[in-house]
């Protein structure tokens, strides 16, 4: 790995635990074991860094759902690995790390707004997909769909509410996926969601 690489790779450890407000050139450097001289030498400023940072995890994200897809028996044996995956990354994300970018960074968190209206039009097409695989009702409009899930698990990760009832945020994602995918599912979409929900119990 690179130095550039080994920034990257630290930085972004930091902007999902910490956020961008918290998190100083000073830490990347040491934590990266280079000297802050080194960091500007790669980087010329902090704004630099984090968009390089997002585009990277973009880029990372897609290569994988791509993977996940072209490795898969039918859409919702897709949609499982792909919401696994990114269970995973919204437990490392801190509220903090949206908030922060919307505040200090409004045109990268307009870039972000963007890539979840991809996110929309991406989960759009694997519903249509899925429709003509039997395993989603027809009535149901996808891109709608796609939208209200979207805008749902926009609002658990970046609401502290779920604690104030006792709830893990990790239980509540799980929950909007399994409600939301039974919601749009057909009798053989079910049958598949729950073969699903037993291969990924033997495998936990």
């Given amino acids: 790995m690179d130095i550039r690489e080994r920034i990257i790779t630290e930085c972004n450890k930091m ?3 910490v956020g961008p407000a918290s998190m100083t050139m000073d830490d990347v450097a040491h934590a990266c074991g280079i000297s802050k001289r080194t960091l500007y030498e790669t980087f010329p400023d902090k704004r630099t860094l984090i968009l390089e940072c997002l585009r990277h995890e973009h880029e990372v994200k897609n290569a994988e759902v791509e993977q996940i897809f072209a490795t898969s028996d039918n859409c919702f044996e897709a949609m499982f690995r792909v919401y696994t995956r990114a269970r995973s990354m919204y437990e490392k994300t801190s509220v903090a790390f949206v908030n922060d970018i919307k505040r200090l960074y409004p045109d990268i968190f307009e870039q972000h707004i963007n890539s979840e209206k991809a996110t929309v039009d991406g989960l759009t097409r694997v519903l249509r997909k899925a429709q003509e695989q039997g395993l989603v009702i027809n009535r149901i409009n996808p891109e709608i769909a796609a939208y209200l899930f979207v805008i749902s698990i926009r609002e658990v990760h970046n609401s502290t509410n779920a604690a104030k009832y006792g709830f893990k945020q ?3 994602f799980d929950h909007v996926f399994i409600s939301f995918l039974r919601g749009v ?9 729950e073969y699903l929900e037993q291969q990924q119990a033997q495998n936990q």
Avoid: F, N, P
Avoid at 185 to 193: R, S
């Fill in 15 to 17: 902007l999902m635990s």
């Fill in 170 to 172: 990790a239980d509540v």
């Fill in 185 to 193: 599912a057909t009798i053989k979409g079910i049958e598949m969601i």
